[in-house]
């Protein structure tokens, strides 16, 4: 018999939180922002940073733009995920040419999203740099992948599941770790 453990490990105002550090970490590394862009891999990284660039054009009062970005045909895993992978779709309205690129994802594990989401824009474009912002940073790497930006680093077990859920998706904002036990 499975037992699950479910854990919180950020409530909607640590969210917040995290989304204000964030986007001030970026503002601080990148001072002249008319060369950044922002792209987010489905689904939640882009609903993340669309909450990034809010936050960044209240402040700084810029105009950041948002794109979206999937990842499932780039992931070396695709023939274990499904027969037939469904796709959703990629929305990047602007050229990344020597664009300072800051890409968005919900939780870093083995960096293997990461990758996938690098090659992909890599098929777009050539831009000036690549940089990774993430709510959880739960470790576990299997590539030589790290975040510029982290929301949260947490600690964790290589099976736990870790769900973020967010309002635009998922009618609230928290995240829960999940240990099962598999006694």
Do not use: W
């Amino acid at each position: 018999m499975k037992k699950v453990n479910s854990r919180t490990i950020l409530t909607a105002k640590e969210i917040d939180s995290a989304i204000k550090h964030l986007s001030d970490e970026i503002v601080q590394v990148n001072q002249d922002l008319k060369d950044v862009v922002i792209i987010g891999i489905v689904t939640r990284g882009v609903c993340l940073g669309e909450r990034l660039i809010k936050e960044i054009n209240k402040v700084k009062g810029t105009s950041l733009q948002i794109g979206s970005l999937d990842i499932t045909f780039y992931r070396d895993d695709i023939h274990s995920i499904a027969t037939q992978p469904i796709a959703k779709e990629t929305q990047i309205p602007f050229d990344l040419t020597d664009k300072i690129v800051i890409l968005v994802d919900d939780v870093l594990y083995t960096g293997r999203s990461a990758r996938a989401a690098m090659a992909a824009i890599m098929d777009f474009a050539r831009p000036k740099c690549i940089q990774l912002a993430v709510l959880i940073d739960r470790g576990h790497r299997e590539l030589p992948i790290q975040a510029d930006y982290v929301g949260k680093k947490i600690e964790s077990e290589y099976s736990d599941q870790v769900q973020v859920k967010l309002k635009e998706t998922d009618k609230n904002d928290k995240v829960v770790i999940l240990n099962i036990d598999k006694k």
